[in-house]
């Protein structure tokens, strides 16, 4: 009797588990697909404050591959995972988040062309000055919540394009 019981136990599992296990993967893989944006990248954990332009980026064609953190934090006084390193097909670019939305209190120029070299101005409000150092031109975008670097033009268009369409 105990012999059948653990039997017909063992036959009921074998044919339900599956399907509960099918049920359980279809959940998991929809989570999975409701954290990543068009282009199948997982954005990680660290860097979700930013799904919003990560996902519209990827909207406008824009392929990213991987994103890391930058250095640019303390160009821009934001927290360590606020300033990401962002590799695309396109090209790689910075983008910052700044949680107090000041983004329109920066004031970026280029100062200076010397050979093979460009420095560009970054400016808070009354703030001291701090000079960007680069070896290609480059390009920023800028809107309340998020600054760019990027150092291609067609990249530049992109994310340009992006901010417009966010600011409407």
């Given at each position: 009797?105990?012999?059948r019981t653990c039997l017909?136990?063992?036959l009921l599992s074998m044919?339900?588990?599956?399907?509960?296990?099918?049920?359980?993967?279809?959940?998991?893989?929809?989570?999975?697909?409701?954290?990543?944006?068009?282009?199948?990248?997982?954005?990680?954990?660290?860097?979700?404050?930013?799904?919003?332009?990560?996902?519209?980026?990827?909207?406008?064609?824009?392929?990213?591959?991987?994103?890391?953190?930058?250095?640019?934090?303390?160009?821009?006084?934001?927290?360590?995972?606020?300033?990401?390193?962002?590799?695309?097909?396109?090209?790689?670019?910075?983008?910052?988040?700044?949680?107090?939305?000041?983004?329109?209190?920066?004031?970026?120029?280029?100062?200076?062309?010397?050979?093979?070299?460009?420095?560009?101005?970054?400016?808070?409000?009354?703030?001291?000055?701090?000079?960007?150092?680069?070896?290609?031109?480059?390009?920023?975008?800028?809107?309340?919540?998020?600054?760019t670097i990027s150092r291609?033009?067609?990249?530049?268009?992109?994310?340009?394009?992006?901010?417009?369409?966010?600011?409407?």
């Open positions: 009797m105990v012999r017909l136990f063992c044919v339900t588990l599956p399907i509960g296990c099918s049920k359980q993967e279809s959940q998991v893989s929809k989570e999975l697909n409701e954290n990543k944006t068009t282009n199948n990248l997982s954005i990680p954990n660290e860097y979700s404050h930013a799904k919003d332009i990560i996902v519209a980026l990827t909207k406008q064609g824009l392929k990213i591959n991987e994103i890391k953190n930058s250095n640019s934090m303390a160009l821009f006084q934001t927290k360590p995972n606020y300033a990401m390193y962002v590799e695309s097909e396109w090209g790689d670019f910075e983008l910052i988040h700044l949680e107090n939305k000041n983004g329109k209190d920066f004031i970026i120029i280029k100062k200076e062309e010397t050979d093979g070299g460009y420095v560009y101005s970054i400016r808070k409000n009354d703030e001291p000055e701090q000079l960007y150092y680069t070896n290609a031109i480059t390009y920023f975008n800028k809107n309340d919540e998020y600054i291609t033009k067609e990249l530049n268009e992109i994310i340009r394009k992006v901010f417009e369409i966010s600011q409407k």
